[in-house]
C-alpha cells in the first residue's frame, strides 16, 4: 500500500501547534509530528529555519505521491483553512457556515492575538527584575502602555466572544464544534490581560472543547514529545 499522501507538522512545544494537532485528529488523517524544543530564551530553535525562511511553527508539510514536491504551509489561518478544505467531510467545515468559520480563522491570529501577544509581554516585563526604585518607574510605564491600547482591545474582543457564545448556543458557530473553535483556542487558553470569571460564556466553553477526544488526544500527544499541557 502507498505511504502516500504524507503530512508532516513541524510542530514546536509550547506553541500554537498543538491545535494543528488537534485539527488533524479531528479529521482523521494520518501524519507525522517532526517535534522542536525552544531555546534557554523560549524562543523556536534555528533548526526551524531549515524548514522555512521565518523559523516558526506550526508549519504543515504536504507531499501528495512520490514524485511531487512537497508544499509548504505556514500561518495557523492558512494551515487550518487548508486542510479543512482538503479533508474535513462537513463535520467542521459544513458549507452552511464555511464564511462564519472562514472569518474566525482569520480573527483568531489578525485581531484577537495581537493585544493578547501584547499582555503576555507586559506580563513578562513586570517579572523582569529591577532594583527599587526602577521597579516602580519600569512597572508605571508597563501599566501605563497596557491600559492605552492592549488591554482595553482585549476587553473588546472577549465582551464580543462572550455574546457571540451567547448567540450560538455555547459555540462560535451553530451550536456545535467547527473549525473556528479549534483555532481560538489557542489565544483564549493564555489569560494575559483578563479573568476567566469575568467572562462565564468562554469559560464554559474552554471547558467543553477541552473534554473533546481530539483535544484529549492531542494533549497526549504533545506530552509524548515532552510538553506539559
Known sequence: MSAFPK????????SRALRVIWLLEELGVKYEVIPYKRNENFRAPESLKKIHPLGKSPIV???QDENAKPIMLAESGHIFQWLLNKFDDGKLYDVKNREQIDYYLHY????LQPPLLFEFIFHKAREAYAPWPISSLKNMIINKMSSGYSAGEVKTN??????ELKKNNGYFV???LTGADIILSFPLTNEFGFE???????SEWLSNIQKSKGYEAAKEIAKSYGSDY
Open 7 to 14: 503530512i508532516k507538522l513541524h510542530w514546536l512545544e509550547k
Open 61 to 63: 508539510e504536504f507531499q
Open 108 to 111: 483568531a491570529e489578525g485581531t
Open 158 to 163: 472577549l465582551e464580543f466572544l462572550e455574546e
Open 174 to 176: 451553530d451550536g456545535k
Open 196 to 202: 476567566m470569571k469575568d467572562y462565564p460564556n468562554v
